[in-house]
């Protein structure tokens, strides 16, 4: 059977999700043994003795970079910095399904953040998706709720920190190698964590948790990989929802790793935020069909 490139970048995108969400249980599965300052500069360090093989295997190892990228790539830097952080903070002490269906969010919140500074346009049907994500947001976070665990805050800083990441990465110019900028990121997560561990006592590591820090190291690189190539395959409107699939691996690996099961109220906030989500990648695959059909009418009446 010949598979399409839609086919090829669905396989790629679930892939990149299981990966994460395997690093994510990876990481989660150390929490409590090991320092996370120490945790994330191993991490760090494995990471970028491999991503920098990566590159320099994809050539991609260059310092001529336009001047304006330079410093996105910081602010890129300094958001990743955030997010690893809050997010591992937040996993250290959440339901992994709990803290993955906040982090559904983030197409909502990049689409939000780039209308309100970048002035990119967003018709009301999309403003309403956003709004009703977030009321799912707000069933899984619930605060004031009993039970209310305050490391829910530590995601939605996690979900912001993502969303600069994500939008300073929008802004790099084509030129920059994208290999380039997870190396130049890897280390210096590695460098500020590192740092940020020294003051600490480090505890010794045994097979099993080195173990489990070289596979976290090796899927989050599948990640990164995955998610490069998903982008250069397949149409982004057909592709993306398969970003969702992230879901459905951490409620399995929750419950089959920790013993968790998200409480039917959390559940519905998840089915909201996907919903929304997915309602938004429609509108994008309809509003984009109807841009194409406009250019070939016009192509026509000037033949």
Do not use: C
């Given at each position: 059977?010949?598979?399409?490139?839609?086919?090829?970048?669905?396989?790629?995108?679930?892939?990149?999700?299981?990966a994460f969400?395997?690093?994510?249980?990876?990481?989660?599965?150390l929490a409590g043994?090991?320092?996370?300052?120490?945790l994330l500069f191993?991490?760090?360090?494995?990471?970028?003795?491999?991503v920098?093989?990566?590159?320099?295997?994809?050539?991609a190892?260059t310092?001529?970079?336009?001047?304006?990228?330079?410093?996105?790539?910081?602010?890129?830097?300094v958001?990743?910095?955030g997010?690893?952080?809050?997010?591992?903070?937040?996993?250290?002490?959440?339901?992994?399904?709990?803290v993955?269906?906040?982090l559904?969010?983030l197409?909502?919140t990049?689409?939000?953040?780039?209308?309100?500074?970048?002035?990119?346009?967003?018709?009301?049907r999309?403003?309403?998706?956003i709004?009703?994500?977030?009321?799912?947001?707000?069933l899984?976070?619930?605060?004031?709720?009993?039970g209310f665990?305050?490391?829910?805050?530590?995601?939605?800083?996690?979900?912001?920190?993502?969303?600069l990441?994500?939008l300073?990465?929008?802004?790099?110019?084509?030129?920059?190698?994208?290999m380039?900028?997870?190396?130049a990121?890897s280390?210096a997560?590695?460098?500020v964590?590192?740092?940020?561990?020294?003051?600490?006592?480090?505890?010794?590591?045994d097979?099993?948790a080195?173990?489990l820090t070289?596979?976290?190291?090796?899927?989050?690189?599948?990640?990164?990989?995955?998610?490069?190539?998903v982008?250069?395959?397949?149409?982004?409107s057909?592709?993306?929802?398969?970003?969702?699939?992230?879901l459905?691996?951490?409620?399995?690996?929750g419950?089959?790793?920790?013993?968790?099961?998200?409480?039917p109220?959390?559940?519905?906030?998840?089915?909201?935020?996907?919903g929304?989500?997915?309602f938004?990648?429609?509108r994008?695959?309809?509003?984009?069909?109807a841009?194409?059909?406009?250019?070939?009418?016009?192509g026509?009446?000037?033949?």
């Amino acid at each position: 059977m010949v598979r399409s490139d839609n086919l090829t970048g669905a396989l790629l995108m679930m892939a990149s999700m299981a990966a994460f969400t395997l690093n994510d249980t990876m990481m989660k599965m150390l929490a409590g043994e090991i320092p996370l300052f120490q945790l994330l500069f191993l991490r760090g360090v494995i990471t970028s003795v491999l991503v920098a093989l990566v590159a320099w295997r994809m050539n991609a190892l260059t310092l001529r970079l336009p001047k304006r990228d330079l410093k996105f790539i910081g602010l890129r830097t300094v958001a990743e910095i955030g997010a690893a952080y809050f997010f591992l903070t937040a996993l250290f002490n959440m339901p992994l399904a709990n803290v993955t269906a906040i982090l559904q969010a983030l197409p909502l919140t990049i689409t939000l953040t780039a209308a309100l500074v970048f002035k990119e346009p967003i018709g009301w049907r999309r403003l309403l998706a956003i709004l009703t994500g977030f009321i799912g947001v707000l069933l899984i976070v619930r605060p004031g709720a009993e039970g209310f665990n305050s490391y829910s805050l530590y995601t939605l800083a996690a979900v912001a920190f993502v969303t600069l990441r994500d939008l300073s990465t929008r802004k790099l110019s084509r030129e920059t190698p994208s290999m380039l900028v997870t190396l130049a990121t890897s280390v210096a997560v590695m460098v500020v964590f590192g740092l940020a561990s020294l003051p600490r006592e480090w505890v010794a590591m045994d097979l099993r948790a080195g173990a489990l820090t070289f596979g976290a190291s090796f899927m989050i690189i599948g990640g990164y990989l995955f998610s490069v190539m998903v982008m250069r395959v397949g149409e982004i409107s057909f592709v993306a929802p398969f970003r969702y699939t992230g879901l459905i691996w951490a409620l399995v690996l929750g419950w089959l790793a920790f013993g968790e099961w998200p409480d039917p109220i959390t559940l519905l906030g998840a089915a909201i935020v996907v919903g929304s989500g997915m309602f938004m990648l429609y509108r994008e695959a309809q509003l984009g069909l109807a841009t194409r059909r406009a250019q070939r009418f016009r192509g026509q009446r000037e033949r």
